[in-house]
């Protein structure tokens, strides 16, 4: 069954440092989302992306953040400048061809970002 | 976006069927109920969804009130491995908006 995969799982940077997160969406889904999860805490919606561009974004989703398809098959989470409160869980998901409000996200299993 | 009413807590024997109640009174008629679940240390897993049809899947079912202002995901034979957070969603767009959910504890 094909499945999202993210690497790395657990990161650790020093507040400040610049870290890019990395996820492999499922081959011919078109839509990508990345989650985030503070520990003990809600999964919060981060960011939509779609065609190459940005669809929709939270109020978490500020300048520090960006998001990236490099190539055909990787999709990227870049935090320029981290801070402590970054520290969380994130979750990559995509979509199938055409999301409708119907058609089910897959999620990765996460990366783990520790900040120091 | 709409909101959803689940207990924070749930607790079923193993081996057994557990329904996992929803409200939604808010909803509207484009709203698309899905069931997402979350597992110990790991990500969000889709289970099903439904907009007012009742829905069957090899995971579970999803009966859907007539006014569709309320729901309940069915496990039809809980295993331990069914013990997790699930989350009650009402979309509208394509993100997810994740509440508190439902811990499900599945006692041996």
């Known amino acids: 069954e094909p499945e999202v995969t993210q690497t790395p799982s657990h990161q650790v940077t020093q507040m400040g440092q610049e870290v890019i997160l990395r996820c492999v969406p499922i081959?011919?889904?078109?839509?990508f989302y990345w989650y985030r999860q503070i520990l003990g805490q809600k999964v919060e919606f981060l960011v939509s992306f779609y065609n190459n561009e940005i669809s929709e974004k939270s109020e978490i989703f500020d300048d520090q953040f960006s998001v990236e398809r490099p190539d055909g098959s990787n999709f990227t989470l870049k935090i320029r400048s981290t801070k402590l409160e970054d520290s969380a869980m994130y979750f990559c998901?995509?979509?199938?061809?055409?999301?409708?409000?119907?058609?089910?996200?897959?999620f990765g299993p996460g990366t783990r970002l520790t900040v120091t | 976006d709409a909101k959803t009413t689940q207990p924070n807590s749930m607790e079923s024997n193993e081996e057994e069927p557990v329904h996992l109640p929803c409200n939604h009174s808010t909803i509207s008629g484009t709203d698309y109920i899905h069931w997402y679940r979350q597992l110990p240390s790991q990500g969000p897993e889709y289970v099903i969804h439904?907009?007012?049809s009742n829905v069957n899947n090899r995971m579970a079912s999803l009966a859907i009130a007539e006014d569709r202002k309320s729901s309940t995901l069915i496990l039809h034979r809980a295993t331990l491995r069914d013990a997790a957070v699930y989350y009650c969603?009402?979309?509208?767009?394509?993100?997810?908006?994740f509440g508190k959910g439902t811990r499900l504890h599945i006692l041996p």
């Open positions: 081959s011919n889904h078109l839509y």
């Open positions: 439904g907009l007012t």
């Open positions: 969603i009402l979309t509208r767009d394509d993100k997810i908006i």
């Open positions: 998901a995509s979509s199938d061809l055409v999301f409708t409000n119907s058609y089910e996200q897959y």
